[in-house]
């Protein structure tokens, strides 16, 4: 080693050295996390437990008895940790969704017989189009938004071609398809359906999230009809959809809007609805959801979501959201001109309570509801009747028919796919990057100790 002046001068690191010195730095700083992490875990059960045993008002023995059993479903939880998890240990039964990146299947558990919803991304799609960290950002919040509002995520897992999201299924399908059944929703329905998507993302919001990406896709229903949020890793391309160059890119003279703007809102709805399939699965998705401060490069906060929600409401009423056009450009120079184009069919009925909360909704971040507090949504007069601390044990506003516990009635039928074949020779091998994927393992505690019952909430959908 060359000496200076008497200190040894720094070589330069390779690419390989230094790749090599990141993937034992992320190692290390995730073995450490972990166990901290399923520490803390660990007592918030114990401490989850006592506070149960104390409220039931249980005899001492009987408290004896339970904390013998959770020690039993601890250990079986650490040695259950420990077995590998991979694709052999489902049964595909049916593709329920697909996106730009991948796709959800309906799976059984082979041991246990339960039904999940699989997720599956491939390794090559993240890579090339940038999506590592929104994935990974999803896979985060699902392990931390462990609450009534959002999808729960019980395993993670890859191999060599794809990464694996195991979550709970939701028979009831998503806002999307049911928007689509219908012409529009009653004021009563609509009430319903924002109120709880209010509470689902206040819940986010609360762990210091922000979903970006709330639309009718994203609003998933239980088998009893009450909505649950999903899809925080944008997995059907939002970024594209949020950049403002990608609409300058597109063209530089989008084709004109005036067949659109002419018709009336009974063929505009039919029209929306005839291309919202293809948008929905399509790389670049729609701008239709997306505030106008997303698309500008400075800056945003968690209000973008309050706007999303404006734009669903007015499509639940109208029958179509406020910006819809023929193109994806004109939707954008639409969102960004809302001021002009926010404007509501006098043909189509709907109350001055409605559409004054639409337009708090759709409006500059600073005078955006929501901008002190949630309360301020919660107390506005379309939500009068709204019970907010029992909404999700009430009946929904429209009920949702399940006949058995993989009933797929709700989702649309696609045709399958090699998503799932073995990797072939020539597939290039994404083992040398594998290290942005570290750690993206996850098992969680119910899933692994509820061995050879059905979850409460698949229950509730058995006919």
Known sequence: MAMTGGTAAALPMSNHTRERVTVAKLTLENFYSTLLTQHEEREMRQKKLEKAMEEEGLPDEEKVMRRSQHARKETEFLRLKRTRLGLDDFESLKVIG???????????????????????????DMLEKEQVAHIR?????????????????????????????????????????????KDTLSEEATQFYIAETVLAIDSIHQLGFI???????????????????????????????????????????????????????????????????????????????????????????????????????????????????????????????????????????????????????????????????????????????????????????????????????NFDDFPESDILQPANATEPDFKSKDWVFLNYTYKRFEGLTQRGTIPTYMKAGKA
Request: net charge neutral.
């Open 211 to 409: 979903h970006r990406d709330i639309k009718p896709d994203n609003l998933l229903l239980d088998s009893r009809g009450h909505v649950k949020l999903s899809d925080f890793g944008l997995c059907t391309g939002l970024k594209k959809a949020h950049r403002t160059e990608f609409y300058r890119n597109l063209t530089h003279n989008p084709p004109s809007d005036f067949s659109f703007q002419n018709m009336n809102s009974k063929r505009k709805a039919e029209t929306w609805k005839k291309n919202r399939r293809q948008l929905a699965y399509s790389t670049v998705g729609t701008p239709d959801y997306i505030a106008p401060e997303v698309f500008m490069q400075t800056g945003y906060n968690k209000l973008c979501d309050w706007w999303s929600l404006g734009v669903i409401m007015y499509e639940m009423l109208i029958g179509y959201p406020p910006f819809c056009s023929e193109t994806p450009q004109e939707t954008y120079r639409k969102v960004m001109n809302w001021k002009e184009t926010l404007v509501f069919p006098p043909e189509v009925p709907i109350s001055e309570r409605a559409k004054d909360l639409i337009l708090r909704y759709c409006t500059d971040a600073e005078n955006r509801i929501g901008a002190v507090s949630v309360e301020e949504i919660k107390s506005h007069p379309f939500f009068e009747s709204v019970d907010w601390e029992h909404i999700r044990e009430r009946p929904a506003a429209i009920s949702i028919e399940i006949k058995s516990i993989d009933d797929t009635s």
């Open 137 to 181: 950002a999803e896979r985060d919040i699902l392990v931390e938004a462990d609450g009534a509002w959002v999808v729960k995520m019980f395993y993670s897992f890859q191999d060599k071609r794809n990464l694996y999201l195991i979550m709970e299924f939701l028979p009831g399908g998503d806002m999307m398809t049911l928007l689509m059944k």
């Open 98 to 124: 697909r996106g730009a990146f991948g796709e959800v299947r309906l799976v059984q558990k082979k041991d246990t017989g339960h039904i999940y919803a699989m997720k599956i991304l491939r390794k090559a």
